[in-house]
């Protein structure tokens, strides 16, 4: 039998990651390329744990750009490592913490090998805030828990590939300048081959954290009869951060037939509060009405409110388009991305459930993009439009316009 597309891809991934990894383990470099969104930068990537001058050298050399390394935001707290304020920044850039160097062993902080004590320093778990003197000549770049999962970006990716090798601590990296611009996406492949760099996207990471890691478990399960339908209702939690996120399944996912599928985020205004500003609570309902006439399917609620920018960060949102905003300007006026939602748990639930192929229900054709980035095949788009109303006008106008749904 032929493996499906997710199988081909989840295994070309796989050898990507592994070539990287082993470049790692060697204490080489490997080219994490950002490939989501709005950002394309490209990042030179070590091993921060055991750095040595040479390793420095090698990739100060290579790159040419500001060296930093990442830190867990937990263990940044510890160190006492709290993020510079951003004022006007795109919103992949990085959470860049205020500069360091380590306190014993430096002249300068300049020289490869002060900067090699400093991030040695900073993946060492023996190190305390008062190892480090601030500001320095390292930049310390806070992850979340969730990593790229939450932030689909270079240093998130590379952050959580050390994670993958083995690694202790962090990465240290740098944007990658080829003559005076930074390298872009689209030139990474010739430039890595060029200079014998494994290669990796940040949707590879992404994709082999969704398959291999357990992200979210199933907490309580039950019966739910509505006005739409009767579901078996399923609680399930990310393990990272302990979000709670809802599925509502009709008949076998793993059965013979490709479940109809819907991923919905939380909106309060819209689900609950019935807001014409969105179609967002007609949606919700329809899907389960569609999903209840159909032999198998589910309907996965997430809690990332507002495209992930949370209650008040939409409530925020909406006051700047009572001003003549639109909800793709207002997000970013914010200092937010453009969509920041991520799909990781939704993808789990269904790995978790035997489910690798659906028929999504969505107008949305980065969702879809989303979902089979995560080894999620999506054998049909589904549509789900919605009448449009003298509110909801300007806000499908905006997702047609300016997200590219398709309508």
């Known amino acids: 039998m032929n493996a499906s597309p997710s199988h081909q891809r989840i295994e070309a991934v796989r050898l990507r990651i592994e070539a990287a990894v082993d470049a790692i383990k060697a204490g080489g470099l490997a080219c994490v390329v950002e490939d989501r969104g709005e950002a394309d930068a490209v990042w030179a990537v070590m091993a921060g744990h055991g ?3 040479g390793r420095m050298n090698d990739l100060v050399s290579a790159a040419g750009g500001i060296i930093a390394a990442t830190v867990g935001e937990t263990r940044a707290d510890a160190l006492v490592l709290p993020e510079v304020p951003r004022r006007r920044a795109a919103p992949s850039t990085p959470h860049y913490a205020v500069s360091v160097e380590a306190a014993e062993g430096c002249s300068t902080g300049i020289s490869a090998n002060d900067r ?30 969730l990593g790229c999962l939450r932030r689909p970006y270079g240093p998130e990716a590379a952050h959580d590939l050390m994670a993958i090798a083995g690694r202790q601590g962090g990465a240290a990296l740098s944007h990658v300048v080829n003559g005076v611009d930074e390298l872009r996406a689209e030139e990474a492949p010739a430039f890595a081959a060029a200079r014998g760099w494994p290669l990796i996207y940040v949707s590879d990471v992404m994709l082999v954290r969704s398959v291999d890691e357990q992200l979210v478990q199933i907490v309580r399960e039950g019966e739910l009869a509505g006005e739409d339908g009767t579901f078996r209702v399923q609680i399930w939690q990310t393990v990272l951060d302990g979000a709670a996120h809802v599925a509502l ?4 996912l793993d059965g013979d037939d490709v479940p109809l599928v819907r991923v919905h985020s939380q909106c309060l205004t819209g689900d609950i509060l019935h807001s014409h500003r969105c179609d967002c609570g007609e ?8 999903i209840e006439g159909a032999p198998s399917g589910a309907l996965i609620y997430l809690s990332q409110e507002g495209r992930g920018i949370g209650l008040v960060g939409k409530i925020k949102a909406y006051a700047l388009q009572d001003q003549g905003l639109d909800t793709v300007d207002a997000n970013l006026h914010l200092g937010f991305a453009v969509d920041q939602r991520d799909y990781a748990a939704a993808a789990q639930v269904l790995h978790s459930s035997g489910v690798t192929r659906v028929r999504l229900l969505t107008n949305n054709p980065e969702k879809v993009t989303a979902m089979e980035n995560l080894g999620i095949e999506v054998v049909e788009r589904v549509g789900l439009v919605q009448p449009e109303t003298q509110h909801s006008a300007r806000y499908l106008a905006t997702k047609r316009d300016r997200l590219g749904h398709l309508f």
Do not use: K, W
């Not at 399944?249 to 076998?252: C, I, K, N, T």
């Open 249 to 252: 399944v009709r008949g076998a």
């Open 283 to 290: 949606q919700l309902h329809e899907a389960l009405r569609r």
């Open 51 to 53: 750095m040595t001058p």
């Open 116 to 145: 090699a004590i400093t991030v040695a320093a900073l993946c060492d778990a023996a190190t305390t805030s008062t190892d480090l003197l601030r500001p320095g000549h390292i930049m310390p770049i806070r992850i979340g828990r």
